[in-house]
């Protein structure tokens, strides 16, 4: 995590010098101590919460971890590697400074969200050790005053130091980083010779060894209540999409800009199977424990889960992991909020930032559905990746201006903002309007699959009305037809709330309904009246695009 953001702020609007590059083994290192923090400390138990089986799990992770090895390889290290530019900047060049400023809202919100259930998960240990009650599996409120009093005072030490002393940290994080590690190792340890204590069993071989986790750790079945039931197709899909942000959304071009070869991404394979699968099952291991000696005792505290693993040391690794985790987080949300007031003090933009991630961090139910919400915000930036890679490989083969931004020189690219606000509803009419959709027994349009579709669907908008845009002609008869489909849209918005206070429809349909014509008014509206933008974008170029 240092790493990364100690180059962040270098080279911030041009391409990273030569003399700047780092070799394979500073990637190695980054990725491996960035993987292995707070977050894993919660997946884990969520995974056996949703009633994953041993199989499932353990392959799927392996499958999974895997392709996102390869998403960033070979998606967004060769780009980084040819362009060497921040994520901020290409997308301004490509977006404009105006979508880039809508972006870094998204982005600093969903920051503020991530850090705010590392709060939560060191609050865990502070409740250990003073002894108040904690949130169980399913609670969304605060659900004692001790409770809000001590994420509060976590929640502004964590801010000021992200606000004033991030360096520190930083350093303090690269040391400990090595020791969390082991620490995490030894969970998984200390919870396997608990579980061959507590069944009397005995481990002469691989095959016993798995016996025992078939048997005891992952057995599958339902899930707990109020948990969606996980199959291998969600571990694997959750395990791929789950840093959907960092590869498929090209956040970590930032990062592989300063990398000599492209091939470094391989480098990534050190935090997913150190963090995303070791650390993973060793957390996933003591909440099984958990759950055999007290089926009742459902809740997911890492706190008391580390106690009784490994004592003070436990605790002290919670509070580390979650620490570490939030301030580096609270650092980069608030330079995404800075970008909307940069004339702002950044110590006050990054305490306000805190803030929020505090309140945040009071609500349990954020850190309680962790496995939902990182689908969430892997979905909500990951349209801007595919922008990036279709305008840096696909554009110009395609006949195309790339940077189109700063060729035209206009503050908002509407082919890449309706790509992206346009694959959301998609993807959000996937999950709400086709629920129950199954294909082998897994439901195809769950938050934890759309993704992938949606990738494409981003990719086929971004080229589709770009390919329109850079063209007079077509933009007069695109906005020809946008028109009545515009018209269309909004009248159908009031139609379907009639038609159900009438009678005539079922609430649910009306929903459907609604969502489509709201998808259809965003996608038509901003053709509209562009028929004289197209005139001048050809008569700034002298020439019409041919494809």
């Not at 290290?77 to 998204?106: D, F, H, M, S």
């Not at 920051?111 to 609670?139: E, Q, R």
């Not at 994420?151 to 969390?180: D, I, K, Q």
């Not at 949300?333 to 909307?340: I, P, R, T």
Request: aromatic share 12%.
């Amino acid at each position: 995590m240092s790493e990364q953001e100690s180059t962040g702020g270098e080279f911030e609007r041009e391409p990273a010098p030569t003399s700047s590059l780092l070799g394979f083994k500073s990637f190695i290192g980054m990725y491996a101590g960035e993987h292995c923090a707070g977050t894993e400390l919660m997946l884990g138990p969520l995974f056996v919460a949703a009633g994953v089986s041993a199989y499932d799990l353990i392959v799927g992770l392996l499958l999974g971890n895997a392709l996102a090895v390869l998403s960033w390889m070979l998606l967004c290290a060769p780009i980084a590697t040819r362009a060497r530019l921040t994520l901020y900047y290409q997308l301004e060049k490509i977006c404009g400074r105006n979508l880039v400023t809508l972006y870094n809202i998204a982005n600093g919100v969903a920051f503020c969200f991530l850090a705010g259930s590392m709060i939560t998960v060191s609050a865990t240990a502070l409740g250990v050790w003073f002894n108040f009650p904690m949130p169980g599996l399913n609670d969304i409120y605060p659900t004692s005053v001790s409770w809000v009093i001590a994420v509060a005072v976590l929640g502004v030490l964590v801010s000021l130091v992200a606000a004033t002393g991030y360096s520190m940290v930083a350093r303090f994080a690269n040391m400990a980083a090595p020791w969390m590690v082991l620490v995490f190792l030894a969970f998984g340890l200390i919870g396997l010779r608990e579980f061959l204590l507590e069944t009397g069993k005995e481990v002469h071989s691989l095959s016993d060894l798995w016996a025992l986790a078939t048997t005891d750790i992952w057995k599958g079945g339902e899930p707990l209540e109020g948990q969606s039931k996980f199959t291998f197709w969600h571990v694997t899909f959750f395990a791929w999409f789950c840093n959907m942000a960092m590869h498929i959304g090209m956040s970590d071009l930032s990062v592989f800009r300063f990398a000599k070869k492209s091939w470094y991404g391989l480098a990534t394979a050190s935090g997913m199977y150190v963090g995303h699968f070791m650390a993973w099952i060793s957390a996933s291991i003591l909440y099984a424990l958990q759950l055999h000696r007290d089926p009742t005792n459902t809740d997911v505290l890492p706190g008391p889960l580390a106690y009784q693993a490994a004592g003070v040391a436990g605790l002290i690794c919670v509070v580390i992991a979650g620490w570490t985790t939030a301030n580096p987080t609270i650092y980069r949300a608030g330079l995404a909020f800075q970008a909307l007031v940069p004339r702002a003090s950044r110590f006050w933009v990054t305490m306000a930032t805190g803030l929020v991630v505090t309140i945040v961090g009071m609500f349990p139910g954020v850190a309680m559905q962790l496995l939902g919400f990182v689908a969430i915000y892997g979905l909500i930036l990951m349209p801007m990746g595919a922008v990036i890679f279709c305008d840096f490989w696909l554009m110009e083969k395609l006949g195309l201006k790339s940077y189109w931004a700063e060729h035209e020189q206009v503050p908002f690219n509407w082919a890449a903002g309706i790509a992206w606000i346009g694959t959301l509803a998609i993807c959000v009419g996937m999950v709400v309007g086709f629920p129950e959709v199954a294909l082998g027994g897994v439901k195809i349009f769950e938050i934890y699959f759309v993704a992938l579709p949606g990738w494409f669907i981003a990719s086929a908008l971004y080229l589709g009305i770009s390919w329109v845009m850079q063209s007079a002609e077509r933009m007069r008869v695109a906005s020809l037809v946008a028109r009545p489909l515009a018209a269309v849209a909004i009248i159908g918005t009031l139609v379907p709330p009639v038609l159900y206070l009438m009678g005539s429809i079922s609430l649910e349909n009306m929903k459907y309904t609604m969502l489509g014509f709201t998808v259809l008014w965003f996608l038509t509206v901003p053709l509209v009246d562009r028929q004289t933008r197209g005139e001048k974008i050809m008569e700034d170029a002298g020439q019409e695009v041919v494809i």
